[in-house]
């Protein structure tokens, strides 16, 4: 099975900082990678897909890239909002279709 | 607006057995692979199983691999989700989801809120 890595599990960061998550798949998985933002209480919501395009009404300081193993998501300038977790998914090989371990994106 | 309703969720014995229901409103489900994801307490997303459109062929994680089945009727826009002879560590947030599929990508783009199963004698 395909194990997807996160890095970091959390982060500390304030109201207009660039933030950068990072997600690497144990194996090749071209583009084929998902974001996924989750609030306290509230199910998960889609962000981006096939690696870098973003979701319908998802705001632009949202973007995501990379390929093969190694992708990234980057939030730009950091709302109060954006405060969450983070999740990659890969949808290549499957099952499973397998979630990274998450990354909280918390107030500094 | 396109809509999944998750339901079935409470408490249950090591051992026992629940079935959790996911309705669809407003989209057409019947055009739609079906996935169930659970998420324990503080934890993070698990994937559990998967449905195709037509029911023809489905998929389950090793963890619930001979305990569970995932069925649907797309007559009434249902998924189904048997769950049988439960674990303390099934206790969780159960989410119903779209599979979409766009050409070379693939994701869930829709959820529905979860229904809490509980496995506690």
């Known amino acids: 099975d395909i194990q997807m890595t996160q890095s970091p599990s959390f982060v500390s960061a304030s109201v207009g900082d660039r933030v950068t998550i990072t997600c690497r798949a144990s194996q090749d998985i071209s583009t084929w990678l998902a974001w996924y933002q989750q609030k306290p209480g509230k199910a998960p919501n889609l962000l981006i897909y096939?690696?870098?395009t973003l979701q319908s009404g998802v705001p632009s300081r949202f973007s995501g890239s990379g390929s093969g193993t190694d992708f990234t998501l980057t939030i730009s300038s950091l709302q109060p909002e954006d405060f969450a977790t983070y999740y990659c998914?890969?949808?290549?090989?499957?099952?499973?279709?397998?979630f990274g371990q998450g990354t909280k994106v918390e107030v500094k | 607006q396109e809509q999944l309703v998750e339901s079935g969720g409470g408490v249950v014995q090591p051992g026992g057995s629940l079935r959790l229901s996911c309705a669809a409103f407003e989209l057409t489900f019947r055009n739609y692979g079906m996935h169930w994801v659970r998420q324990a307490p503080g934890k993070g997303l698990e994937w559990v199983t998967y449905?195709?459109?037509?029911?023809?062929?489905?998929y389950h994680a090793d963890s619930v691999k001979g305990r569970f089945t995932i069925s649907r009727d797309n007559s009434k826009n249902t998924l189904n989700l048997q769950m049988n002879n439960l674990r303390a560590e099934d206790t969780a947030i159960y989410y119903c989801a779209r599979d979409q599929v766009v050409g070379r990508t693939r994701y869930f783009d829709l959820w529905g809120r979860g229904t809490l199963v509980t496995v506690s004698s």
């Open positions: 998914q890969q949808a290549n090989f499957f099952p499973p279709w397998a």
């Open positions: 449905v195709r459109y037509d029911g023809s062929n489905s």
């Open positions: 096939a690696a870098s």
